[in-house]
T-cell receptor
């Protein structure tokens, strides 16, 4: 069974401070990990995926298979980063690519 | 094509009534997914189509739920004999491979 845990429901940081949103997963096979973001009154959208190893809007995430983690980081938070962030996992090679989501972390950037 | 669309955006119904939601995926996407999201939770997988074939169903999808995707284009999700516990946001997503693009969702309220 697949499981994604986001331990923080709410994270508040000051503008310009570093941000780290935690994500831990449980899956015995090869996972593909994603971060999705939902801004106020907008749809869920992909922020980044570990396979592409991109940096989007200054955010990065590294897959640590030893610690089964995929934490999302940004060195300097901006007010426009305030949103709901979801970590998600899919099983590589399983066929359907269904996503298993964590419960989400609400990031609030204080001006 | 402006992305995945869902109709209606909001639905209020009385317990025991049937409701049907529609999802129009991005045109070249052959995969279509339905998820349900309740307050404080991340989206939970319900079912998956590849073209017109429904290939996977979650145990969350009771026999009161049925989904179709005729001709591999739009999809409908029907809930029969609605219960108050069905109140949730119903999300549709589509993909060509593994990156899913989400619609705005249909919020169902069962009175």
């Amino acid at each position: 069974a697949q499981r994604v845990t986001q331990p923080e429901k709410l994270l508040s940081v000051f503008k310009g401070a570093p941000v780290e949103l935690k994500c831990n997963y449980s899956y015995s096979g090869s996972p593909e990990l994603f971060w999705y973001v939902q801004y106020s009154r907008q749809r869920l959208q992909l922020l980044l995926r570990h396979i592409s190893r991109e940096s989007i809007k200054g955010f990065t995430a590294d897959l640590n298979k030893g610690e089964t983690s995929f934490h999302l980081k940004k060195p300097f938070a901006q007010e426009e980063d305030s949103a709901m962030y979801y970590c998600a996992l899919t099983a590589l090679g399983a066929g359907s690519y269904q996503l298993t989501f964590g419960k989400g972390t609400k990031l609030s950037v204080i001006p | 094509d402006t992305g995945v669309s869902q109709n209606p955006r909001h639905k209020i119904t009385k317990r025991g009534q049937n409701v049907t939601f529609r999802c129009d995926p991005i045109s070249e996407h052959n995969r279509l997914y339905w998820y349900r999201q309740t307050l404080g939770q991340g989206p939970e997988f319900l079912t998956y189509f590849q073209n017109e074939a429904q290939l996977e169903k979650s145990r969350l999808l009771s026999d009161r739920f049925s989904a179709e995707r005729p001709k591999g284009s739009f999809s409908t999700l029907e809930i029969q004999r609605t219960e108050q516990g069905d109140s949730a946001m119903y999300l549709c997503a589509s993909s060509y491979l593994d990156t899913q693009y989400f619609g705005p969702g249909t919020r169902l309220t069962v009175l």
